[in-house]
């Protein structure tokens, strides 16, 4: 009965320890990043709200990249269900060419 107690009571006590290191060490991530100081300003998207133009860095080109591909994927939608909507190439009602669906350039991954 005392083993089990004294088991019970040392567990306990290694987790009160573990939730102090946590919080010690939370408490100094917090130091740390008020000592740091909060950047002025500083705009957290690679691409400025203003101007909308693309920040001339890594991050700034992976945005690009990745809104370009997106793009690519929304055209390819809109041609796929316009050819499912109907396959005629003519306007059957004017007699006019239906325009061909212009898809922009396909970017790399």
């Known amino acids: ?17 573990r939730i102090d290191n946590e919080h010690l060490t939370e408490e100094q991530k917090q130091t740390a990043r008020q000592a740091k100081g909060a950047p002025r300003n500083e705009s ?7 101007t909308l133009q693309y920040r001339e860095s890594a991050a700034g ?11 690519y994927r929304a055209a ?3 041609k796929m ?17 239906k325009p061909e669906f212009q898809l922009p350039p396909k970017t790399h991954r």
Do not use: F
Not at 8 to 13: F, I, Q, R
Not at 44 to 50: E, F, I, N
Not at 61 to 71: G, K, W
Not at 81 to 97: V, Y
């Open 44 to 50: 957290s998207v690679p691409y400025d709200p203003l």
């Open 61 to 71: 080109d992976s945005l690009r990249c990745s809104d370009e591909h997106i793009r």
């Open 81 to 97: 269900l316009q050819e499912k909507d109907s396959r005629e190439t003519h306007n059957p009602i004017t007699g006019e060419r």
């Open 1 to 17: 009965m005392n083993r089990k107690r004294y088991e019970l009571a040392l567990e306990e006590e290694q987790r009160w320890n």
């Open 76 to 78: 390819l939608r809109a």
